[in-house]
Each structure stands twice: as C-alpha cells, then as structure tokens.
C-alpha cells in the first residue's frame, strides 16, 4: 500500500504557481523539512542548510529577484535549499540538494501542498540577491526556492514515460 502512494504523489506531483491564503500549518512544515532532510546524501555528508521563509514581505523581496519567480507574491511559504558548497569537501553537494529537493516536493503534495521548484544555482546574479535577502553566508550557494501553498489551480496528473529515452545496456 505504501509504494502505491508514493507512486500517487510522484504522479501528481506538478509545478503550482498560484495559491490560496490557507496557511500551512507548523506541524505540516516540520513533516516537509523531516522528508527533505531524509533524502540520501553522497558520503552521508548533508551539505545543506534550509531556510523557512513565511514573512509575507520577504516571499515579494525574493519575488522581485526573478521574473519567473512571480508565485512567491501569493505564496504561503517558501523554503530555500542552500548548500556551503565546497566542491573539494562536498562535491556532490547539487545531487545531494536536488534530493532533498524532490523529498521536499513529494512530502507537500501527500500533504495537498502546492510547490513549484525556482531554480537558483548556477545564476549567481539571482541568487546573490537572495542571499543579500535572507542573511545566507558568502561561502554558501543558494540551490533552489521551493514556493508553497494550498493550491488555488488545477493541473493534469503526469503520465510521462518516453520510450525513445530508455536503453538497455548500451546507449
């Protein structure tokens, strides 16, 4: 039965960029942030950091660092993925962001959370007012914006599957 839900939310899970002012409770955040930090890591060395943003001034303020990052206005919530990013001491640190990323993604929408993933790095042109925004250290890298909030939209289930991209063995 458990398989079969998670195979629900990966299904469902999409890109939501508009929201209802429903507030997303603490208990369900800490279920978010539990299910990120859960992720694998590379050598288990979890070179992440998150930063819960619920300040409605400061999801417009990282708003404005981005055309496409317009839903952080309605959004009730955004977590940002950053990492110390020390490519000889974590070298894997963008997989291992990009996995909690995904558990992040997946535990909201079991939760019927909507999110859309705001890519950050490598554009240290956005992500530097970002960091400028939220206090974040000069030696760490913003991975991502993660927007969140109650769904104010609808969007089609995937059911992606590209036959021309799978290969066996061999490419």
Same mark, same amino acid.
């Given at each position: 039965?458990?398989?079969?839900?998670?195979?629900?939310?990966?299904?469902?899970?999409?890109?939501?960029?508009?929201?209802?002012?429903q507030e997303i409770s603490?208990?369900?955040?800490?279920?978010?942030?539990?299910? =990120?930090?859960?992720?694998?890591?590379?050598?288990?060395?979890?070179?992440?950091d998150l930063i819960v943003?619920?300040?409605?001034?400061?999801?417009?303020?990282?708003? @404005?660092?981005?055309?496409?990052?317009?839903?952080?206005?309605?959004?009730?919530?955004?977590?940002v993925v950053c990492s110390?990013?020390?490519?000889?001491?974590?070298?894997?640190?963008?997989?291992?962001? =990009?996995?909690?990323?995904?558990?992040?993604?997946?535990?909201?929408?079991?939760?019927?959370?909507?999110?859309?993933?705001?890519?950050?790095?490598? @554009?240290?042109?956005?992500?530097?007012?970002?960091?400028?925004?939220?206090?974040?250290?000069?030696?760490?890298?913003?991975?991502?914006?993660?927007?969140? =909030?109650?769904?104010?939209?609808?969007?089609?289930?995937? @059911?992606?599957?590209?036959?021309?991209?799978?290969?066996?063995?061999?490419?």
């Amino acid at each position: 039965v458990k398989e079969e839900n998670l195979m629900k939310e990966i299904y469902e899970r999409r890109s939501i960029r508009k929201y209802t002012e429903q507030e997303i409770s603490d208990e369900d955040m800490q279920k978010i942030l539990k299910a =990120g930090m859960n992720a694998p890591s590379a050598h288990n060395l979890k070179p992440y950091d998150l930063i819960v943003v619920r300040n409605k001034e400061t999801l417009k303020k990282l708003a @404005d660092c981005c055309i496409y990052s317009h839903m952080l206005n309605e959004a009730n919530a955004a977590i940002v993925v950053c990492s110390s990013a020390d490519d000889e001491k974590t070298p894997y640190w963008e997989a291992d962001c =990009g996995a909690v990323t995904e558990n992040i993604l997946l535990e909201a929408t079991s939760l019927g959370i909507g999110t859309c993933w705001l890519g950050g790095y490598p @554009d240290l042109e956005k992500t530097g007012m970002e960091k400028k925004i939220l206090g974040v250290p000069e030696n760490y890298q913003i991975f991502c914006v993660i927007s969140m =909030g109650y769904p104010a939209e609808t969007r089609k289930v995937n @059911d992606n599957y590209y036959e021309e991209k799978v290969h066996y063995e061999k490419f």
